[in-house]
Nanobody, 124 residues
Framework: QVQLVESGGGLVQAGDSLTLSCAAS????????MGWFRQATGKERVFVAA???????YYVASVKGRFTVSADYAKNTVYLKMNSLKPEDTAVYYC??????????????????WGQGTQVTVSS
């Protein structure tokens, strides 16, 4: 059984930085791609970033240049470094893991396991 536990969320001001962590157990990251998604109140959950099998990274346009996804395979942990935060980044952030190599990093249904989410609130 795979378990994902996010941490690092909180309340920050616009322009601040925050780093989210996602610790995994039950599957090593070297065998999985990892994604970050977010869900704002009253909206659907959407793709934010992913780190693929080869270590390549992918971002939604709205966070490109501000967010950085990385992985520490020795610690089985993936990170989302968020800089220059904006109020519109306010959401619950979820990490997810994908086992299939042919999966689409942007598609939620291709991910196998999800964390419980961590709240990020950015005040203006």
């Amino acid at each position: 059984q795979v378990q994902l536990v996010e941490s690092g969320g909180g309340l920050v001001q616009a322009g601040d930085s925050l780093t989210l962590s996602c610790a995994a157990s039950g599957r090593t990251f070297s065998r999985s791609a990892m994604g970050w998604f977010r869900q704002a109140t009253g909206k659907e959950r959407v793709f934010v970033a992913a780190i693929g099998w080869s270590g390549s990274t992918y971002y939604v346009a709205s966070v490109k240049g501000r967010f950085t996804v990385s992985a520490d395979y020795a610690k089985n942990t993936v990170y989302l470094k968020m800089n220059s935060l904006k109020p519109e980044d306010t959401a619950v952030y979820y990490c997810a893991t994908m086992a299939r190599r042919s999966g689409n990093y942007y598609r939620q249904s291709d991910y196998d396991y999800w964390g419980q989410g961590t709240q990020v609130t950015v005040s203006s």
